[in-house]
């Protein structure tokens, strides 16, 4: 099957997705059911391993340029299944990212610690238990919290359970590899374009006027603060004034801010 897709030239998330996870959800039922015993789903699973590092190998040999991306791949703490975080990363590959695949069963903290190593750009953490959701949401939350840590995404079949997203601090939850590597690809390619000043000063006003409201105070008061006109501080807040370095000064001493902090995009 998989040399006749790739003679039709089936592309490699078809094959992975239409031919062997299909395949290993029907290995996995017939060892439930007690037709295939463990000694057969793990031959089973090396063959499906064999093909996959194959079909990678036709996928890498058509590799984008790199894009600059790292990415780093990994079964969350006791999920021991990990055939999917190897397809995930051949994929990521093919894509033009540096990939690390930890594989299965990552202790959190000891993950953690790597991440904060490394500093990838991305970290997508994989579990198929119900039974690991609390596992996901504290490793994904701890991640979260590292400085300049990265963003994370967090997929598997339970992603799809409606209860999943629940308190998961994660940029992406899906039951849909390809959804995230399309949004991961946008992440890379946001990253690369130039912000323009529009998106600056959108930015610097939203800040502006979150800090405001923190403080409970009208326009009026940050205005008489900051010694500009009240209207001045509409506009920044609205991202429609060109503002000058001087009164983005005056605007951050009142708000008694860090000025790096409001030009900051993150």
Do not use: C
């Amino acid at each position: 099957m998989v040399d006749d897709a790739i003679d039709r030239g089936i592309g490699q998330a078809s094959i992975y997705f239409g031919i062997f996870a299909p395949a290993l959800a029907d290995i996995g039922d017939a060892w439930i059911s007690g037709e295939l015993n463990i000694a057969a789903e793990h031959h089973a699973t090396s063959i499906t391993l064999r093909e996959i590092g194959r079909v990678g190998e036709i996928g890498r040999s058509n590799r984008k340029r790199e894009n600059g991306g790292t990415v780093i791949v990994a079964a969350v703490e006791g999920e021991m299944h990990w055939v999917g975080i190897r397809m995930i990363s051949e994929l990521f590959q093919t894509d033009g990212w540096n990939v690390a695949d930890l594989g299965q069963d990552n202790p959190i903290d000891d993950l953690a610690k790597l991440v904060k190593q490394r500093q990838p750009d991305l970290v997508v953490l994989s579990l198929t238990r119900p039974d690991r959701i609390p596992i996901a949401r504290k490793a994904a939350r701890m991640l979260k919290e590292l400085e300049n840590g990265p963003v994370v995404f967090v997929g598997g079949p339970e992603a799809t359970l409606p209860t999943f997203n629940d308190d998961i601090h994660a940029d992406l939850v899906s039951a849909n590899p390809l959804q995230a590597i399309n949004e991961a690809s946008k992440l890379i390619s946001d990253r690369a374009r130039p912000v323009t000043l529009n998106e600056h000063l959108v930015s610097f006003g939203i800040k502006v006027l979150n800090l405001r409201r923190h403080r409970g105070w009208t326009q009026q008061e940050l205005a008489r603060r900051a010694s500009l006109d009240r209207t001045y501080i509409s506009n920044v807040e609205k991202g429609r004034q060109n503002i000058t370095i001087g009164a983005a000064v005056k605007i951050a001493n009142a708000l008694d801010s860090n000025l790096a902090d409001l030009i900051d995009r993150n």
